[in-house]
């Protein structure tokens, strides 16, 4: 058995010692619960918790709400993982947080093997190092819904170290395994489509690829993009089918301004951000909306600064790239190039640069892109021992120390809704999300005005955002509160006429009103937007059999039973109809009686009693019900 030698000469040790420490460092996330998004697509999404009905959430957008195709995001992969890991622990959240700290060890045992075949061991050892400890991770490790982003950026180093293992002349075994890879990655997580990106670039770094170079480049290397070509093709296919479109159709929350005005203003201020939570990550947030990242109308010394800096990194990274190639027996310069331009590749789906993305800044996104940054600093690192070893240690250490006391204190912030609130609302009380968070929070202690009053300072932070305005609305309707989340629908509608939502919503309350008239209205204009939602089509086959037109609803009907039936009063209510349409009052009263058991809302009672009453006639309108004032302008 061979000893291991000491881990910056020997890579075995070295790959223990990052696995280790990267375990070390996150060992006290296994205590946490789930918390902020994990209770949305884990505990609430019944559709992964069971073997039956897995197959079928693979086919669903990742969230399993009522926007979840206004989100834009599908990622079978990661939602198979989950109703694994559900099915396995029990829905023990230690199950999952074990699996997040066990692929993030393995991404940085990754970082450190790939970049040992660019730069020499030290170099690379620091590198893996860095990257295991770095507080910029723990969003994305200490989270559950975190898992997209390790496992993704797993399976990415894993195929971006096959390509620099292989020939040069790639192989069809090499080019299925990089497909397999990208397939699970881009599955994952949206941002894996870098791949092809990120290759070239090891590519380039390895060898200078002049233009004349392209055509013999091309030939060697066709395989391996075209695996990665079909996988794109086919997951892209795959997003279209399921979300109907292939981008993210929200803008990033509260800055729909971004649409109209000159993003560099606010991409300046975001630059800042990505040098500062790299460099000095002592300042950290569960959230970037407006108030803390503001949207700039105009220049101003932050965003200067901000453009000044990227194009400073730019030109020095140019300058660098000029110098010798990469390889494992050296480290030049042009390794610094190297991480600034995979951080470019890496951030862009989410840079907002040439596309608007859901976020303006989110720590977890960083994940992949701090790779490049980690290759970066363990040249830089590396370059400071030729001249100055004594002071290269005390600075590998002292960042590794104080990267490890941030990132244990930081993680129990994710710990369960509670403790991410109140430091999201500690740090950040002015911002928009924490305004609305406050909303939910006294919504739940059943404090209305107040909740009423925190929706109206977060909607004026964050304008008419479609999002906001739906989720506030969403909430109220639970509250019975039809009158002040109509207003919010109708805001929404205004805001953006593209998504289905709103006036899906704005059915929902019609409904619950027993309105069978304003409900087909709001239900074909939601089915005009999208037509994939069968719950649509039971209020719709409700709503024309409450009006007698019997033809019509059992057409809509035959196109809602693709689906389960559904949990909603309504959807009975039409087989009340309908067997009383029959002569069968026998079924009738029985639908009637399924009515009632799902009936939730004192509202939706009186309507129920009222359908009693007429002797299932086409219900009379009812007159909206008394609600206390409106506070706060809403």
């Given at each position: 058995m061979t000893r291991l030698g000491l881990p910056h000469r020997d890579a075995r040790s070295a790959a223990l010692l990052v696995a280790g420490v990267a375990v070390l460092v996150f060992a006290n996330s296994l205590a946490n619960q789930y918390a902020f998004?994990?209770?949305?697509?884990?505990?609430?999404?019944?559709?992964?918790?069971?073997?039956?009905?897995?197959?079928?959430?693979?086919?669903?957008?990742?969230?399993?709400?009522?926007?979840?195709?206004e989100l834009g995001l599908w990622r079978p992969v990661t939602t198979a993982a989950f109703g694994l890991q559900w099915l396995v622990g029990g829905g023990s959240p230690l199950v999952f947080h074990i699996v997040n700290v066990v692929w993030h060890a393995v991404s940085a045992v990754l970082v450190l093997i790939l970049l040992m075949?660019?730069?020499?061991?030290?170099?690379?050892?620091?590198?893996?190092?860095?990257?295991?400890?770095?507080?910029?991770?723990?969003?994305?490790?200490a989270n559950v819904v975190g898992f997209s982003e390790v496992f993704s950026t797993a399976a990415l180093l894993a195929a971006c170290l096959i390509h620099v293992r292989g020939p040069t002349r790639s192989g069809w075994g090499a080019a299925l395994a990089i497909g397999v890879l990208y397939a699970l990655g881009f599955g994952a997580k949206e941002s894996a489509v870098t791949l092809p990106g990120l290759i070239f670039l090891i590519d380039a770094a390895r060898q200078r690829i002049a233009p004349g170079d392209l055509a013999g480049y091309?030939?060697?290397?066709?395989?391996?993009?075209?695996?990665?070509?079909a996988v794109a093709a086919v997951l892209l296919l795959g997003r279209y089918e399921v979300l109907g479109s292939l981008a993210n159709p929200f803008a990033p929350l509260g800055v729909s301004q971004l649409e109209e005005l000159p993003r560099i203003w606010t991409l300046g201020d975001i630059w800042t951000h990505y040098i500062r939570l790299w460099v000095f990550p002592m300042d950290l947030s569960a959230d970037y909306a407006p108030n803390v990242i503001r949207v700039s109308m105009g220049w101003h010394l932050t965003n200067v600064l901000g453009v000044v800096v990227a194009l400073a990194i730019l030109f020095a990274a140019l300058v660098a790239w000029r110098r010798d190639e990469m390889s494992p027996t050296s480290v030049t310069a042009r390794a610094a190039a190297f991480g600034v331009?995979?951080?470019?590749?890496?951030?862009?789906?989410?840079?907002?640069?040439?596309?608007?993305?859901?976020?303006?800044?989110?720590?977890?996104?960083?994940?992949?892109?701090?790779?490049?940054?980690?290759?970066?600093?363990?040249?830089?690192i590396h370059r400071l021992a030729r001249d100055r070893p004594r002071g290269a240690w005390v600075l590998l250490v002292g960042a590794l120390m104080l990267s490890s006391v941030r990132t244990w204190t930081r993680t129990p912030t994710w710990f369960n809704n509670p403790t991410v609130f109140a430091h999201l609302i500690g740090d950040n009380p002015h911002s928009g999300r924490s305004q609305w968070i406050l909303g939910d929070e006294y919504l739940r202690l059943g404090s209305e005005t107040s909740a009423l009053r925190a929706y109206s300072v977060s909607i004026g932070m964050l304008g008419q955002d479609y999002q906001l305005l739906t989720e506030i609305s969403m909430r109220l309707i639970g509250i019975g509160r039809y009158r002040v989340a109509e207003f919010l629908l109708h805001q929404a509608q205004e805001a953006d006429s593209t998504f289905s939502l709103a006036p899906a919503l704005l059915a929902t309350v019609r409904a619950e009103r027993a309105d069978a008239v304003g409900t087909e209205l709001y239900t074909r204009e939601s089915l005009r937007r999208s037509d994939k939602e069968g719950v649509q089509r039971h209020l719709l086959?409700?709503?024309?059999?409450?009006?007698?037109?019997?033809?019509?609803?059992?057409?809509?009907?035959?196109?809602?039973?693709?689906?389960?039936?559904?949990?909603?009063?309504?959807?009975?209510?039409?087989?009340?109809?309908?067997?009383?349409?029959?002569?069968?009052?026998?079924g009738a009263y029985a639908a009637i009686d399924s009515a009632w058991s799902r009936v939730a809302t004192d509202t939706g009672r009186a309507a129920l009693d009222s359908v009693r009453v007429t002797d299932f006639s086409l219900p009379a309108l009812l007159e909206d019900q008394p609600e206390p004032d409106v506070v706060g302008g809403l």
């Open positions: 998004d994990d209770h949305h697509i884990i505990p609430a999404n019944t559709a992964i918790q069971s073997l039956s009905t897995l197959p079928g959430a693979l086919t669903q957008p990742y969230w399993p709400t009522a926007y979840g195709r075949h660019l730069m020499s061991l030290p170099a690379a050892l620091a590198a893996g190092l860095l990257f295991a400890v770095h507080p910029v991770h723990v969003e994305a490790v091309v030939q060697d290397r066709w395989r391996t993009y075209a695996a990665m070509a331009v995979w951080f470019i590749i890496a951030i862009s789906p989410v840079s907002n640069t040439l596309f608007l993305s859901g976020v303006t800044l989110a720590e977890r996104t960083l994940y992949l892109p701090s790779v490049g940054l980690a290759a970066a600093s363990g040249w830089l086959a409700w709503s024309l059999a409450a009006q007698a037109r019997w033809e019509e609803a059992a057409q809509a009907r035959i196109r809602a039973e693709e689906r389960s039936m559904p949990g909603f009063w309504q959807a009975w209510m039409y087989l009340a109809y309908m067997r009383r349409h029959e002569g069968d009052s026998e």
